[in-house]
Every structure is written in structure tokens, then in C-alpha cells.
């Protein structure tokens, strides 16, 4: 194809040339002619009215001394090297040679064609001739006929002036071919273009092709080998009797610093733990990312000896502060290694080995463990509940308990806490501390989410009264960036005004401070729907943080509520300054987890507008049809 190209591109060229030099010659030919008539034109105007009686001349007269010294004296003017004269019938009266004048007489002399083509015409004539041949010609020169016209109008003779044009046509000649070469040059550019363009497309999409089978067999962005890419060299490893252990490691607590940090700061921690694998193992081990913060290490020829003091000196430059600009990450990670027996199928080292590491995180992480027998119950359960979530939420098998919200003033429910449950396939009930974290790792927690937002507001507009719901998000559910949509859609479809349904979110899954989320929470608070910071005071929220999200309610953690009773002064400082924090920022201020009438009278005190907590209610189905008063009521004794 280039070759075919390059071919076309030549023979254009060579086309192009003959063109242009075609062009050229005529261009020049065309220039000469034209200024031959020029400077004959001026000439004979200059023979006119410096020759005394010109007319007269052309006419036969006998030329007097004067007429013969001024014809001599502008014989030779200017390029004109001879000029000769002839009368009203064509007929050659006078001839300038170098020698001398020659007069002839006009009567005895033939009329001459051209002369009386151009009297008729009574417009110049011009040839352009080649004068190499003669040596008393020069090598270039031009025949101008031009009419000699008197004052009252009427053609009187033609003078013929020889006008030498070599110097011209060699001027002429030299510019034309500069232009030429110059054009030619442009043209060639021009007709290249495409083919340099090619070049670099094709070039491009080498780069491409490189890029793509990077990209199918290594990590974007770690660089590291993909699963896909290591389970292949792995096999081949192992049949080749050179795969001696797997270890499976992964950072601690991920999710929180991308979340705190924002993704370009949980990226660059990637690529940083990348670059603590790469220097704390050989060159020779397989060194894979297979996705989020997982990584696994395949190891050569080495002992368990060998393989822990690798793993140990990884856990221990993780555990080393990062720095990305103001961030400052103090991490780790946690491992599991599995050692490969002759036998084994590749895969079961690699379910070991993530069984072990499972091990290590709920063992207190920043930890290696290597893989025993009694690790693969923990890791069957783990596996067993994955796939009972999956069912779960396939299948939408969960259910919604409602706790009170109770006025601290009046002690009515003025709203309830919709609170998810699952259970097990042997009935029993799993926390959604438990399966809530794992609906978010295996990325089912938007779809749940949603399902809770639609039961949640259907089965509260069952209710008669004007109770609010308040349902618990999942900071992911805003990375969809159609949260407000969902939440539209449910409020529709249950024909719940948006004022009775607020949205709590945990004050330690901080939001992402970006553009989407920004508009996704203006967008509900446009909506009419309120928003509520939950668990208050046991994240690491920033004043700008509450601010920037416009929260309106905080939801005081029950970990103070419960330290009223242990150490009373300092819970109660605790509740007074995130009290009067709310006020300054115009948010209002729930109590939850209480479960004495003391902490209850305490909280109402200091200024907690509603109160939550078993006191009140456990998490219970909502009541049938509306809520009786009585039943919604509860005197907080002494308030
Ligand atoms: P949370 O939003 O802070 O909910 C309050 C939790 O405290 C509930 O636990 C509730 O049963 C418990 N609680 C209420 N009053 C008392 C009390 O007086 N004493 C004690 N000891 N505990 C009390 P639960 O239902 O186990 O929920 C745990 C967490 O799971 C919730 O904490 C919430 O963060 C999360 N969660 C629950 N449902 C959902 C949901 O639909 N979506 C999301 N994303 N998270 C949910
Ligand atoms: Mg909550
Ligand atoms: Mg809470």
C-alpha cells in the first residue's frame, strides 16, 4: 500500500513538473511579447515628436540634415537596435542599420504585407524571434510593427522596431523559474501531505495496537499484570514445577481513603503500594493487580522461609506514611499466602491464599497469615454469604423494620427509621453491619439501595399520618449520578410528598467532594427532600464538609447517648458542642441509641429535637393502617 502510494505520489510529482515548466515557457513568451509592444510603442511616440516632419519623411521627402542626425542619434535607444520606416502603401522607405541609414525610395519598393495588416488594424504587431543563428542578430530578440498615427488621427506609415530581448527573456526567464521551483516545492508539500499523514497514522496505530495488548495483559494503571495475564504465566509456572507460593495482599481500609481523598489520591496510593511489591520481590516473581486494591504475587523457586521475608518486608514499607500533595496516608495492608503443593490445581492455592488473607483482616490487619486448614471455614463462609447476597438481591428477598422517631417535646412519633434486613438461609438473621460492607465490596449496593428507597416510601404513605421516613445510604449509591432520579421515582410511584422522606448518610463514608455528587445532593435538596448527617461525631467531618452538602439534621452517634450513663461530664460536653455546632449551622440535632428515661430526659434538656432508641421502640414492622396516638406516645417522666 505505502509503495503503491509513493508511486502515485511520484508520478503526480513528475506530472506537476512538466506543467509548471509548460506554463513557464509560455508565461515567459507572453511577458517578452507584451513588453516588446511596450517599448515599441514608446519608441515610435518618441520617433514622432522628435523627428522634425516625420510625416513627410514616410512620405518620400528627401530627409534634411537635422532629420538624419536625430534618426542617427535615436538609432540605437534602449534595447532597439534597428527600426525601419514604411509609407501609407507598405512600402520601405528608410532602414536603420548599424552601418547607417538606408533610404529607399518608396517608389520603386513592393508593399509589404504585415505593415498593411497593420495600418488597417491600426494595433501593433509583434514577433518574437530567435536570433542565434545570425551573428548580427542578438540571441533573442522581437519585430514591433506599430502604426504611425498623426495628430488628426490618420495612419501615415509603420515603423518596425527591433527591440532586443535577450537581457529581458534572461530576467524573465530567471524569475519564472524561481516561481516555478518555488511552486513546484509547494505542490510537492502538498501532494506529500496525505502521504506523511498516512505515515503517522499508521504509525499511530501501531502505538495503538501496542496500547491495546498492553492494555489486555497489564494493569493501565500500575502497570502490574492483569488476572487474566498471571493466571496464564502462573499456570505455565506451575506445570513447569516453578511455582512454589501465591500470596494475596490487599490495603487496609481502601475504600476509606477513597472516599476521605478523593480517586486521584486513592490511584496514586495504588501505584505507590505497586512500586512497594515491585521493590520488596524479584524480578523473577509474577506481580499482578487484579482489580481495586487487590494484588497477588506469584513466587519462584523459593521457600516459605523466602516467600514470608518477601511478604513481611512489603507489610512493612506499606505500613510507611504516603504522602500525595496535602494528603497524607497512613496505611497498610494485610496478606495471605498459600503454598503451591506439585499436585495442587493452580486454583486452589489461589482460594487459599485468599482465604488467608481474609484470615489477616479479621485478625486486625497490617498482617500476613499463611494458609492453614482452619482458614477454610471462615473463607467457605464468606463465599457462602457472596453468593447469598447476590441470590438476595436477585431475588429482592429483603425486608424493611421501621424504629420511632419520637418528638423530645411532645414524646409523639413524628417519623420512623426504615432499617434493611436479611436473612440467612437457615432463617436466622444477618446484621446489616455484616452484609451491608459487602453489598458495597461487591458493588450490589445501588441496586439494593433503591429497592430500599421504593419499599421505604410506598409502606410509609400506607400510613394515614403525616410521619416521615428516613432511609440510610450508602455513600456509593452517589456514584451512579442518578440518585436524584431514583429517588423522584420512588416518591412518584408512592405518592409520598418529598418533605417526609429524609436521607441519612454516615458521617464516615465522606462523600467525594466532586462536581456530580455536589449536583446530585442540590438536586434532592431542591427536590424538598432533607438530608441528615448519621453516626455524628464519629467521622472525621470538616466544618466546609456540613457546610458545602447543606446537611439539615445531625444524628448524634449512640456511642455518647450510651457514655451519658460511663462517663457523664464528657458525653455531655460532647452532645452540648455538636448541640450548638448545629445551631450555628442551622442544622437540627437527633439523639439516637437511647435506651434509658434518664439519657431521654437528659438529651430533650439540652436540646435534641428528636429522639431514637429502644426506649422508644425497636426496629419493628410499621403499624397497620394509622398509627394510634396513644401507641406513638411516650411520657418521658420528669421532662
Ligand atoms: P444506623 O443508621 O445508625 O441505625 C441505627 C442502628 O442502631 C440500627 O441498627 C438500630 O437497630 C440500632 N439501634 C437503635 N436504637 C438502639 C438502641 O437504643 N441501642 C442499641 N444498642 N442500638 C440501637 P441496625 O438495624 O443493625 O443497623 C446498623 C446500621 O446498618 C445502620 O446504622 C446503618 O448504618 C446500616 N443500615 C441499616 N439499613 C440500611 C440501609 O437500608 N442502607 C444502608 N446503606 N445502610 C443501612
Ligand atoms: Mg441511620
Ligand atoms: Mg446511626
Given at each position: 500500500m505505502l509503495f503503491r502510494l509513493a508511486g502515485f505520489l511520484a508520478f503526480a510529482l513528475l506530472v506537476l513538473a512538466g506543467g509548471i515548466r509548460y506554463v513557464t515557457q509560455a508565461s515567459v513568451e507572453e511577458a517578452i511579447r507584451r513588453e516588446s509592444v511596450d517599448k515599441a510603442l514608446h519608441y515610435a511616440q518618441y520617433m514622432a515628436s522628435h523627428i522634425r516632419d516625420i510625416e513627410g519623411l514616410v512620405a518620400g521627402e528627401r530627409p534634411a540634415q537635422d532629420q538624419i542626425e536625430t534618426v542617427r542619434h535615436i538609432r540605437r535607444l534602449g534595447d532597439i537596435f534597428r527600426f525601419k520606416l514604411f509609407d501609407h502603401h507598405g512600402r520601405l522607405v528608410l532602414v536603420s542599420d548599424d552601418s547607417d541609414l538606408q533610404m529607399r525610395s518608396h517608389l520603386v519598393g513592393a508593399p509589404e504585407t504585415v505593415p498593411i495588416h497593420v495600418m488597417a488594424a491600426r494595433v501593433p504587431v509583434v514577433n518574437v524571434k530567435d536570433?542565434?543563428?545570425?551573428?548580427?542578430?542578438?540571441?533573442l530578440f522581437a519585430e514591433a510593427y506599430v502604426p504611425l498615427i498623426s495628430d488628426?488621427?490618420?495612419?501615415?506609415g509603420v515603423a518596425e522596431v527591433y527591440v532586443d530581448q535577450t537581457e529581458t527573456s534572461g530576467y524573465f526567464r530567471d524569475s519564472f523559474s524561481r516561481f516555478a521551483l518555488m511552486l513546484s516545492g509547494v505542490c510537492a508539500l502538498l501532494f506529500s501531505a496525505p502521504y506523511v499523514a498516512y505515515g503517522f497514522q499508521k504509525q499511530r496505530a501501531e502505538r495503538s495496537r501496542k496500547d491495546a495488548e498492553f492494555l489486555a495483559s497489564y494493569?493501565?494503571?500500575?502497570g502490574l499484570m492483569n488476572r487474566r495475564e498471571f493466571l496464564d504465566r502462573a499456570r505455565e509456572l506451575h506445570t513447569a514445577g516453578k511455582l512454589t507460593a501465591i500470596c494475596y495482599l490487599d490495603a487496609d481500609k481502601f475504600k476509606g481513603i477513597n472516599d476521605i481523598h478523593g480517586h486521584a489520591v486513592g490511584d496514586a496510593y495504588l501505584v505507590h503500594l505497586a512500586g512497594v511489591l515491585r521493590s520488596c520481590t524479584h524480578h523473577d516473581d509474577l506481580l499482578a493487580r487484579f482489580g481495586g486494591d487487590e494484588f497477588v504475587i506469584g513466587f519462584r523457586d523459593l521457600d516459605l522461609e523466602g516467600v514470608t521475608g518477601r511478604v513481611k518486608s512489603i507489610i512493612r514499607t506499606a505500613s510507611q506514611e504516603f504522602h500525595e500533595g496535602d494528603a497524607v496516608i497512613a496505611g497498610s495492608m494485610s496478606a495471605g499466602i498459600a503454598v503451591v503443593a506439585?499436585?495442587?490445581?493452580?486454583d486452589d492455592p489461589l482460594a487459599h491464599a485468599d482465604a488467608a488473607l481474609y484470615h489477616s483482616k479479621s485478625s486486625g490487619r497490617n498482617m500476613f497469615s499463611v494458609y492453614g486448614d482452619h482458614m477454610g471455614e471462615d473463607y467457605r463462609r464468606r463465599m457462602a454469604l457472596h453468593s447469598h447476597l447476590r441470590q438476595t438481591t436477585r431475588d429482592k428477598n429483603f425486608s424493611l423494620l421501621y424504629q420511632r422517631l419520637v418528638d423530645a417535646s411532645t414524646q409523639k412519633v413524628v417519623g420512623y427509621e426504615a432499617l434493611l434486613r436479611m436473612v440467612d438461609e437457615d432463617g436466622s438473621e444477618i446484621p446489616p453491619s455484616v452484609f451491608i460492607p459487602v453489598a458495597e465490596e461487591l458493588g450490589l449496593i445501588s441496586e439494593i439501595g433503591a429497592w430500599v428507597l421504593q419499599t421505604a416510601t410506598q409502606e410509609i404513605a400506607g400510613?394515614?399520618?403525616?410521619s416521615l421516613v428516613s432511609v440510610n445510604l450508602s455513600a456509593a449509591q452517589l456514584h451512579g449520578g442518578d440518585l436524584p432520579e431514583i429517588v423522584a421515582s420512588a416518591l412518584k410511584e408512592a405518592g409520598l410528598p418529598p418533605d417526609r422522606l429524609e436521607l441519612e448518610i454516615t458521617e464516615?463514608?465522606?462523600?467525594?467532594?466532586d462536581a456530580s455528587v455536589a449536583y446530585q445532593i442540590d438536586a434532592l435538596k431542591e427536590m424538598g427532600v432533607s438530608l441528615a448527617m448519621d453516626d455524628f461525631g464519629t467521622g472525621y467531618s470538616s466544618l466546609s464538609y456540613l457546610w458545602r452538602f447543606g446537611f439539615d439534621r445531625l444524628k448524634v452517634d449512640r456511642s455518647f447517648v450510651s457514655g451519658l450513663e460511663r462517663d457523664p461530664i464528657r458525653s455531655r460536653q460532647v452532645i452540648e458542642t455538636i448541640l450548638m455546632l448545629g445551631e450555628r449551622l442551622n442544622m437540627r440535632v437527633t439523639a439516637e441509641g437511647i435506651e434509658t428515661e434518664k439519657q431521654a430526659r437528659i438529651l430533650a434538656d439540652l436540646g435534641c429535637d428528636i429522639l431514637q432508641g429502644y426506649l422508644f421502640g425497636r426496629p419493628a414492622a410499621l403499624p397497620q393502617g394509622e398509627a394510634a396516638p396513644e401507641q406513638n406516645e411516650r411520657r418521658v417522666s420528669g421532662s
Open positions: 536570433g542565434r543563428e545570425d551573428p548580427d542578430r542578438p540571441d488628426f488621427g490618420d495612419v501615415f494493569d493501565a494503571l500500575t506439585p499436585g495442587d490445581q493452580l400510613l394515614d399520618d403525616h464516615s463514608l465522606l462523600l467525594d467532594d
